[in-house]
């Protein structure tokens, strides 16, 4: 094996959910983030929304956490960082 990892290998059809690192990871969690991470960007400072999208994305912590998503990738905006809790 050569170390390449398909999505089929993580999550086979049918699958809705991973066991990783003791955490039970539903598919679509990266995209989730990923598209509430662009839906804070793209708020106007102090938007009374900010805070609601921030306690989600941080609601996704523990299953990116488990998948190693931020071991290999970091946040490079100051906001996605304040909102996450992460330096």
Request: proline share 0%.
């Given at each position: 094996m050569d170390g390449a990892v398909d999505p089929e290998d993580v999550l086979p059809?049918?699958?809705e959910y991973a066991e990783l690192g003791g955490e039970q990871v539903?598919?679509?969690t990266v995209?989730?983030?990923v598209a509430t991470a662009r839906s804070l960007e793209a708020l106007p400072a102090g938007d009374p929304a900010?805070?609601?999208?921030a306690s989600h994305l941080r609601d996704l912590l523990p299953g990116l956490r488990a998948v190693g998503v931020l071991e290999v990738f970091a946040p490079r905006s100051a906001r996605l960082r304040a909102a996450l809790?992460?330096?």
């Open positions: 059809d049918g699958t539903r598919k679509g995209a989730a983030f900010e805070a609601g999208l809790g992460v330096s």
